[in-house]
Every structure is written in C-alpha cells, then in structure tokens.
C-alpha cells in the first residue's frame, strides 16, 4: 500500500528543519495562511499566524536548542485533509536533553501546510526545557 500523498509536506517539513532549510518550508511546503498552533505557557507557546510568523517560530526553536532540535517521525497516519505524526523529539539547550514523544496534527490542501497542532506527551517538560 502507498503513502498517501499528504503525508509528503509533513515529512518534508522535518527533513527542511533539520537542514535548517526555512526558505525550501516558505516556498514549497507553507501556505500563506498557515497557522502553527503550540500549546503550553512558555514564551514560543500560541497560534504562529502566516508564513513570517511560522518561520520565526521555527528560527527561534533552531536558535535556542543550537540547532539541535530534532522531530522523529515514528508513523504517518493520512486522509484526504489531516495527517497525524506520531514523532518523538529531541534535542540539547543549555545542558539539558530533551526527549520526548508527541503527536503533529497537519491540515494539508493542495499538497500545502495550513495548520499544525502540536501535542506533546508532557508540556510541562516542553514548558521546562524551552523556559
């Protein structure tokens, strides 16, 4: 059985942040609208509404783990709009590892990114690690 194609943007999005590739994630994999939504009280938690927003979310994780962060994908899980990742994440920030599993939820239309809905295991470990 193929991949359903929608699983194509949410895959790529993980390979463009390792690379650091923000340029490759506005132009082919986010629509103008996109929304990011992150749950949690830290400074990076809220709706990231449109491109820019999504991308300077996006530099500010990469800043302040050095670059370390990293989204795993376990398995993808698609239909014609959604697609489920259950993923485990993990990286360094000031001495500290993080590892921990969750779930991204994408809306995908026209093979874009228009919303993402993060769900980590534990927020407060996210909370902790990113305060």
Do not use: C
Request: hydrophobic share 35%; no cysteine.
């Amino acid at each position: 059985m193929s991949e359903h194609p929608n699983v194509n943007p949410a895959r790529e999005s993980y390979d463009a942040i390792a690379k650091g590739d923000l340029d490759y994630m506005r132009d082919q994999l986010l629509a103008d609208d996109v929304v990011f939504h992150v749950p949690g009280r830290g400074s990076l938690a809220g709706d990231h509404s449109g491109k820019e927003a999504v991308l300077s979310y996006l530099a500010k994780l990469a800043q302040s783990t050095g670059s370390t962060l990293r989204y795993d994908p376990d398995a993808f899980i698609a239909d014609d709009e959604q697609v489920a990742v259950l993923l485990r994440i993990r990286g360094t920030r000031d001495g500290r590892i993080l590892d921990e599993r969750g779930v991204h939820v994408f809306r995908v239309a026209d093979g874009k990114i228009t919303e993402r809905w993060s769900f980590p295991y534990d927020s407060y470990v996210i909370d902790d690690f990113f305060s």
